[in-house]
């Protein structure tokens, strides 16, 4: 929201469509417009609320997460996160409003007010997240940091303003000394609660070790029959049904099923020097050891005359460096289907030198351009 308002484009259609009114629809306060849609398509009806995935202008109060379902629709709050999201949004987005009218009391054009206030918007997050807690945290610790860090960092401009959005929205309690308040934290009694995911239900992440921070109050509120470990494999079997967990690939993934045509290939290979070694059927070679014979199978089939085999990984993923010198410790030298690293950092230089420039550029500043962030989090932001 706040960074869409640092092009002057956005800016002028946000004028035009409000004046500076910002309690006015507008394509800010609307999030996720084109998904939005796409999904009201695909269903065919409107199940958004709107041409958006998310709105910024809403009444959502503070109500417990574990009380609420797990989806509703689009004019209440569900325990999802995007769902539960919308309550912050909304707050912030009525704080980002008064600043706008501050400065069009001021005298400020609405484009000027708007590229001023976001300017103000983003330093302010900014010392936000040097005061945020660590861990485990709630609405109430960050409405808490919003306020301590805009008084300690900006002689409190906006702490009354900040106070009143979100003590109306029932995120902050009705009285609070903020230069006193403490963060909540997971509470007192909290423990580290771990269990292994073991069962169909759990589709793909089957067999991944969890590990999470369980409160005291949630403790608590378990059933005689329900132990902290049954509790988190609900929570998290909820979670990947409603697409909150995402697949990645950490290379710790649990040993595949081993079909005989690996072996075979394994050896036909002559790529390894122990090609029936365990290691290569186990994290964090396995996937490097598959993808190799897939390469060789291909060419080995007539498929392709030749092959080569490259990982492209950025530098500082430490666990994929690991993993890449432990491989090429049992590969042989000379091999059919050559095994090669090019870093993401160099696998987007070379597109810019071949003549992708702007695909280079934009694949820089969405992936290893951390400048932004280091600003926002240092303060200087312009």
Not at 47 to 58: F, K, L, M, P, Q
Not at 118 to 141: H, S
Not at 260 to 284: C, G, Q
Not at 306 to 326: D, E, F, H, K, S
């Given at each position: 929201m706040l960074t869409?308002?640092?092009?002057?484009?956005?800016v002028a259609q946000v004028v035009e469509q409000t004046g500076g009114d910002l309690t006015r629809q507008n394509s800010v306060a609307a999030l996720g417009e084109e998904l939005g849609v796409a999904i009201n398509n695909s269903v065919g009806k409107n199940v958004t609320g709107g041409d958006y995935t998310r709105n910024a202008i809403n009444s959502f109060q503070w109500q417990d997460p574990a009380k609420l379902p797990s989806s509703a629709p689009p004019d209440k709050l569900a325990r999802q996160v995007h769902s539960f999201s919308r309550l912050w949004t909304g707050a912030f987005y009525e704080v980002f409003t008064g600043m706008v009218q501050d400065k069009l009391a001021q005298g400020l054009e609405p484009a000027a007010a708007l590229s001023a206030a976001a300017d103000e918007g983003l330093?302010?997050?900014?010392?936000m997240m040097k005061a945020a807690p660590e861990g485990d945290f709630t609405f109430k610790d960050m409405a808490n940091a919003l306020v301590k860090s805009e008084n300690e960092g900006n002689q409190g401009k906006y702490s009354a303003l900040i106070e009143n959005r979100f003590r109306q929205r029932g995120i902050l309690p009705e009285q609070a000394n903020f230069a006193?308040?403490?963060f909540e934290g997971p509470g007192p009694g909290t423990r580290l609660c771990s269990t292994r995911l073991e069962g169909p239900e759990f589709g793909m992440f089957q067999g991944a070790q969890v590990e999470s921070l369980l409160s005291g109050r949630e403790q608590a509120s378990l059933r005689a029959d329900e132990g902290p470990a049954l509790q988190l494999k609900q929570r998290m079997q909820e979670l990947i049904?409603?697409?909150?967990?995402?697949?990645?690939?950490?290379?710790?993934?649990?040993?595949?099923?081993l079909r005989p045509r690996y072996n075979e290939l394994s050896r036909l290979s002559t790529l390894f020097v122990d090609p029936d070694?365990?290691?290569?059927?186990?994290?964090?070679?396995?996937?490097?050891?598959?993808?190799?014979?897939?390469?060789?199978?291909?060419?080995?089939?007539?498929?392709?005359t030749t092959g080569r085999y490259i990982l492209i990984a950025p530098t500082l993923n430490r666990a994929v460096a690991q993993a890449v010198a432990q491989y090429r410790s049992?590969?042989?030298?000379?091999?059919?289907?050559?095994?090669?690293?090019?870093?993401?950092?160099?696998?987007?230089?070379?597109?810019?030198?071949?003549?992708?420039?702007?695909?280079?550029?934009?694949l820089h500043e969405r992936y290893l351009d951390f400048s932004p962030v280091d600003a926002?989090?240092?303060g200087t932001q312009s």
């Amino acid at each position: 929201m706040l960074t869409s308002l640092k092009d002057e484009r956005v800016v002028a259609q946000v004028v035009e469509q409000t004046g500076g009114d910002l309690t006015r629809q507008n394509s800010v306060a609307a999030l996720g417009e084109e998904l939005g849609v796409a999904i009201n398509n695909s269903v065919g009806k409107n199940v958004t609320g709107g041409d958006y995935t998310r709105n910024a202008i809403n009444s959502f109060q503070w109500q417990d997460p574990a009380k609420l379902p797990s989806s509703a629709p689009p004019d209440k709050l569900a325990r999802q996160v995007h769902s539960f999201s919308r309550l912050w949004t909304g707050a912030f987005y009525e704080v980002f409003t008064g600043m706008v009218q501050d400065k069009l009391a001021q005298g400020l054009e609405p484009a000027a007010a708007l590229s001023a206030a976001a300017d103000e918007g983003l330093k302010m997050y900014g010392r936000m997240m040097k005061a945020a807690p660590e861990g485990d945290f709630t609405f109430k610790d960050m409405a808490n940091a919003l306020v301590k860090s805009e008084n300690e960092g900006n002689q409190g401009k906006y702490s009354a303003l900040i106070e009143n959005r979100f003590r109306q929205r029932g995120i902050l309690p009705e009285q609070a000394n903020f230069a006193e308040q403490d963060f909540e934290g997971p509470g007192p009694g909290t423990r580290l609660c771990s269990t292994r995911l073991e069962g169909p239900e759990f589709g793909m992440f089957q067999g991944a070790q969890v590990e999470s921070l369980l409160s005291g109050r949630e403790q608590a509120s378990l059933r005689a029959d329900e132990g902290p470990a049954l509790q988190l494999k609900q929570r998290m079997q909820e979670l990947i049904a409603e697409g909150e967990i995402k697949y990645t690939e950490p290379m710790h993934e649990q040993p595949a099923r081993l079909r005989p045509r690996y072996n075979e290939l394994s050896r036909l290979s002559t790529l390894f020097v122990d090609p029936d070694h365990p290691d290569l059927r186990a994290a964090p070679l396995q996937q490097l050891w598959r993808q190799h014979l897939l390469a060789f199978a291909m060419v080995h089939n007539g498929l392709y005359t030749t092959g080569r085999y490259i990982l492209i990984a950025p530098t500082l993923n430490r666990a994929v460096a690991q993993a890449v010198a432990q491989y090429r410790s049992h590969l042989l030298p000379g091999g059919v289907i050559p095994f090669d690293v090019i870093s993401y950092e160099s696998f987007i230089e070379a597109l810019g030198r071949s003549g992708a420039k702007d695909v280079a550029a934009l694949l820089h500043e969405r992936y290893l351009d951390f400048s932004p962030v280091d600003a926002l989090i240092d303060g200087t932001q312009s």
